[in-house]
T-cell receptor, first 114, second 115 residues
Framework: TQLLEQSPQFLSIQEGENLTVYCNSS?????LQWYRQEPGEGPVLLVT?????EVKKLKRLTFQFGDARKDSSLHITAAQPGDTGLYLC??????????????FGQGTILTVHP | NAGVTQTPKFRVLKTGQSMTLLCAQD?????MYWYRQDPGMGLRLIHY???????AKGEVPDGYNVSRLKKQNFLLGLESAAPSQTSVYFC??????????????FGSGTRLTVV
């Protein structure tokens, strides 16, 4: 079973600051996803990245997939209180038959103060 | 709204009691999953199903059973609950194939406490 390491585990910042969350593994992924989860709710898919070196933007969020498809990052520009939540990366192993099973990182709890 | 519905939302069980968690999806997804979420441990896969009538074990299957009698429903059973099964349980469904994932749609979770 692959291990996905997210860092940092906790992040507390002021409104308007920038931040980056990292997701790393020693395994190669066929695809990687980022989710956001609010208290009392299930995770919601933000983005899926598939190609090494791929960069995707979702408003103030920028997602990057490493060239070797072993790592990814999520960068938020000018964070707002509404960005507060738990951010999870999740990945599918490259090769073989995965049946879409995702392995999740431990998550990053982001708090943005007004 | 289309999506994944989980019932119940909250439950308290005594050790040794049994219960079934219900999950229903209306997106015609073939693949369905049950995860548990514990502090500091992320989401861990309990069981999954790749279609009606099929089930398979995930990372932490012990103490749980599942059934997928209809495509839209995926049931998770606890035959004899233990305090270690206190957790938040999430059901998810996905349009996917054998080698890649197109992303999960999650339910809102069931918070289970075993005393």
């Amino acid at each position: 079973t692959q291990l996905l390491e997210q860092s940092p585990q906790f992040l507390s910042i002021q409104e308007g600051e920038n931040l980056t969350v990292y997701c790393n593994s020693s395994s190669v992924f066929s695809s990687l996803q980022w989710y956001r989860q609010e208290p009392g709710e299930g995770p919601v898919l933000l983005v899926t990245v598939v190609t090494g070196g791929e960069v995707k933007k979702l408003k103030r969020l920028t997602f990057q997939f490493g060239d070797a498809r072993k790592d990814s990052s999520l960068h938020i520009t000018a964070a707002q209180p509404g960005d507060t939540g738990l951010y999870l990366c999740a990945a599918v192993n490259a090769g073989g038959t995965s049946y879409g099973k995702l392995t999740f990182g431990q998550g990053t709890i982001l708090t943005v103060h007004p | 709204n289309a999506g994944v519905t989980q019932t119940p939302k909250f439950r308290v069980l005594k050790t040794g009691q049994s219960m079934t968690l219900l999950c229903a999806q209306d997106m015609n997804h073939e693949y369905m999953y049950w995860y548990r979420q514990d502090p500091g441990m992320g989401l861990r896969l309990i069981h999954y199903s790749v279609g009606e009538g099929t089930t398979a074990k995930g990372e932490v299957p012990d103490g749980y059973n599942v059934s997928r009698l209809k495509k839209q429903n995926f049931l998770l059973g606890l035959e004899s609950a233990a305090p270690s099964q206190t957790s938040v349980y999430f059901c998810a469904s996905s349009y996917t194939n054998r080698v890649r994932s197109y992303g999960y749609t999650f339910g809102s979770g069931t918070r289970l406490t075993v005393v």
